[in-house]
């Protein structure tokens, strides 16, 4: 469990979301269309070389995420870090009946999906990132109040993502209801849930102890990109 989840996105490219996934035996991105993470095997000099060589000067940042502590190659600039946490479920919640209907989202409705995303900033978020896993809604009025789904998804665990709530639609449970139904679902296969949130984000780690997730680790976020002319 350790060792998975130590470096997670590395787990999930060579194992169940491999499909997804560009690079080498060292270093690994997603298809930046899907998700813009990338991961190296390990804090090695030849594998972060070859996570630099996953990138040029004139490609879109990629996010690392990992509870190992992030290095890197001098050919990489860091445009942002933060600290986070990556936490488990230790105690399952009983599916209640779920406060307004919840609904799987589909193709039709990635327009709407990615628009709420971009408004609540619930993380990464791209019209291919539904390709990693089921999402479901809650509709109210006719539009997308919230949503939850998949991301991530490794031997044994499964991640809840992309949990957001329109601000019109805030202090009616939906987060909390969707969140209990996704991580259902996961158990249901067989998968541990588990899900990331930033380290002062106070509020959304209450929530997600209510509703029986622990700190499994702190985890490193770093946003970089390849730097013009360099060549390691």
């Known amino acids: 469990m350790d060792t998975l989840l ?26 930046p269309d899907v998700s813009p993470f990338a991961a190296s095997k390990d804090n090695s000099p030849e594998a972060l070389a070859a996570l630099a060589d996953l990138m040029s000067p004139k490609d879109p940042p990629v996010y690392l995420l990992q509870a190992d502590e992030i290095a890197l190659p001098s050919s990489l600039k860091v445009e942002m870090t933060a600290l986070g946490v ?20 589909q193709q039709r409705d990635i327009a709407e999906m990615v628009s709420l995303a971009d408004l609540t900033k619930p993380g990464p978020f ?4 539904p390709e990693l896993g089921q999402f479901y809604g809650v509709r109210l009025d006719g539009r997308l109040a919230a949503m939850a789904g998949t991301r991530l998804n490794l031997d ?20 909390s209801d969707l969140s209990i139904w996704v991580a ?18 106070d509020g959304a780690i209450a929530l997600y102890r209510k509703l029986g997730f622990e700190i499994w680790s702190e985890v490193n976020v770093a946003v970089v990109r390849r730097l013009e002319g360099s060549a390691d």
């Open 6 to 31: 130590s470096r997670v996105v590395w787990s999930a490219l060579t194992s169940r979301q491999h499909r997804f996934s560009r690079g080498g035996n060292l270093a690994l991105k997603f298809d």
């Open 86 to 105: 990556l936490m488990t479920e230790q105690t399952s919640q009983p599916k209640a009946i779920p406060k307004a209907p919840i609904v799987p989202l």
């Open 126 to 129: 791209t019209k291919r990132t």
């Open 156 to 175: 044994g665990f499964t991640e809840i993502s992309g949990i957001c709530t329109h601000p019109d639609f805030r202090g009616r449970g939906l987060a």
């Open 184 to 201: 259902s679902k996961i158990r249901k296969r067989g998968d541990t849930p588990f899900l990331h949130a930033y380290a002062d984000n």
